[in-house]
């Protein structure tokens, strides 16, 4: 299953605790998360489904392509990264 | 004198007293961006719209001796795959609630209703104290609304909800850029009701469009309902005939220009303004933080500045920022560096409660 690791300063607003989750891509596993979860769905996730505009999500190394559909694949021991798109100082 | 306010800022909520001298009392939220609270005086339950920016935006909800509590957001429905939605320049127009921006409770007899008006323009209801909101499609999918678009921000918005004190299924909006809205079957219909409104940005054939008008914020006489009166980008318009019409306050000094305006309770003559510069500026002018009050409907202007800044004042009073009481002598007002004032007596005289908060974006006496 892949791993799924929440940026620290989302705990402040919401439970997020590292979690594991099967599916194939981002939005599966998200989707498993977030149904354990449902309150941290939209810190992460606007109503649309898509990526929140200032988060960014790392899947082994790379960040994600498909922000709106979340359909970047994912492998069995993926590395899932949620993570606000930081900019400036 | 009411006594309590509570204050919206940049960095969270504070409930600010006067107990022989102004204190603030509670704080919440602290270092997040608390755009706008609602003290609902049908229960005293009081709400706060939070913008997490990276995490978008939330509302909470204080019960009478219980915590704050996160109740469920105002969300637009799923967008159909194939509409290719626009705003009234052309700009993509995302289905994503990006400010909760008006909050209000609904009628006397309609326990637990509440409104909601957000950026980008959408309105939302609950008829449960928040705990659900239902997307008001009829004004969604009112023609006119496709022609809203953004003034100070990036999208349209909502920002002015008043319940008609005789009715309450009768309801008025304020739209940035879009005009003034109204209800009479409690949202199931909308009309547009912007006539006499003047548009100066707008090339002069179009300058009387009511569906492109900029009212930065729209206030209503309780004991008056047919008088109210609305700060636009261009000016300060009044109307006798609820809404139906806008007769335009000409000649305002120090200036016409602002963002929010209250009425007095009693008296629709008398109504209360914070100028700036128009508009790109957006400071007093001369940088002499004053007020404004009219007590004939317009005709003259009392100047108001004991007690405020009179040099180097850089203070932006946003739209939610000025507040009065429901006795209409109390009057407070904070600012976007910061600062919040009161007055007791209509605001003759000004006291400064605090000059270091973060900046204010909304201010309610409670």
């Known amino acids: 299953m892949a791993i799924v690791v929440f940026t620290a300063n989302l705990k402040r607003h919401v439970d997020c605790p590292q979690s594991e989750a099967p599916g194939d891509t981002v939005a599966e596993v998200l989707d498993q998360v977030f149904a354990q979860n449902e309150s941290l769905r939209g810190y992460v996730l606007d109503e649309q489904g898509g990526l929140r505009k200032h988060m960014g999500i790392i899947v082994d190394g790379t960040v994600i392509a498909d922000r709106t559909t979340l359909s970047d694949p994912v492998s069995t021991n993926s590395q899932i990264y949620v993570l606000q798109a930081l900019s400036g100082g | 004198m009411a006594g309590k306010l509570l204050v919206?800022?940049?960095?969270?909520?504070?409930?600010?007293?006067?107990?022989?001298?102004?204190?603030?009392?509670?704080?919440?939220?602290?270092?997040?961006?608390?755009?706008?609270?609602?003290?609902?005086?049908?229960?005293?339950?009081?709400?706060?719209?939070?913008?997490?920016?990276?995490?978008?935006?939330?509302?909470?909800?204080?019960?009478?001796?219980?915590?704050?509590?996160?109740?469920?957001?105002?969300?637009?429905p799923p967008?159909?795959?194939?509409?290719?939605?626009?705003?009234g320049w052309g700009k993509e127009l995302p289905w994503t609630v990006m400010r909760i921006w008006a909050l209000e409770a609904g009628g006397a007899d309609q326990p637990g209703l509440l409104w909601c008006g957000t950026?980008?323009?959408?309105?939302?209801?609950?008829?449960d104290h928040g705990d659900s909101w239902e997307w008001v499609k009829s004004l969604w999918d009112h023609p006119s609304r496709k022609r809203?678009?953004?003034?100070?921000?990036?999208?349209?918005?909502?920002?002015?909800?008043?319940?008609?004190?005789?009715?309450?299924?009768?309801?008025?909006l304020g739209v940035s850029c879009g005009g003034v809205w109204r209800t009479t079957d409690c949202?199931?219909?909308?009309?547009?009701?912007?006539?006499?409104?003047?548009?100066?940005?707008?090339?002069?054939?179009?300058?009387?469009d009511p569906e492109i008008q900029d009212p930065h914020f729209l206030?209503?006489?309780r004991n008056e309902p047919d008088r109210l009166w609305v700060q636009h980008h261009n000016g300060i318009f009044r109307s006798d005939d609820a809404a139906e019409n806008w007769t335009e306050i000409e000649d305002v000094k120090p200036s016409g220009f602002g963002f929010p305006?209250?009425?007095?309770?009693?008296?629709?003559?008398?109504?209360?303004?914070?100028?700036?510069i128009k508009d790109e500026k957006r400071y007093p002018v001369d940088a002499s933080l004053v007020v404004t009050r009219t007590r004939d409907g317009g005709k003259t202007f009392d100047i108001l500045h004991e007690g405020l800044p009179q040099k180097h004042a850089y203070d932006v009073v946003l739209r939610h920022a000025l507040s009065l009481d429901e006795t209409g002598d109390c009057l407070a007002f904070g600012s976007t560096t910061g600062s919040l004032w009161a007055s007791k007596n209509q605001g003759e005289n000004w006291t400064e409660i605090c000059h270091t908060l973060p900046p204010v974006y909304a201010v309610r006496w409670c």
């Open chain 2, 8 to 76: 919206s800022t940049r960095k969270g909520l504070f409930t600010i007293e006067d107990k022989s001298g102004w204190q603030i009392t509670d704080t919440a939220f602290l270092g997040d961006n608390v755009s706008l609270a609602l003290h609902d005086t049908r229960n005293n339950y009081q709400y706060a719209a939070l913008d997490h920016g990276h995490f978008g935006v939330k509302l909470h909800r204080r019960k009478p001796g219980e915590d704050w509590m996160e109740i469920a957001t105002p969300a637009y």
């Open chain 2, 148 to 172: 809203w678009f953004g003034g100070g921000a990036d999208w349209p918005g909502i920002h002015s909800v008043c319940v008609d004190p005789r009715d309450s299924n009768t309801v008025r």
């Open chain 2, 119 to 127: 950026i980008p323009g959408a309105l939302f209801v609950s008829h």
């Open chain 2, 79 to 87: 967008k159909p795959e194939d509409l290719v939605e626009a705003d």
């Open chain 2, 219 to 221: 206030a209503q006489c």
């Open chain 2, 261 to 276: 305006v209250v009425v007095h309770p009693k008296d629709g003559d008398t109504a209360w303004f914070v100028p700036g």
């Open chain 2, 187 to 208: 949202g199931k219909s909308w009309d547009l009701t912007a006539d006499g409104m003047r548009a100066e940005f707008m090339p002069p054939d179009q300058a009387g």
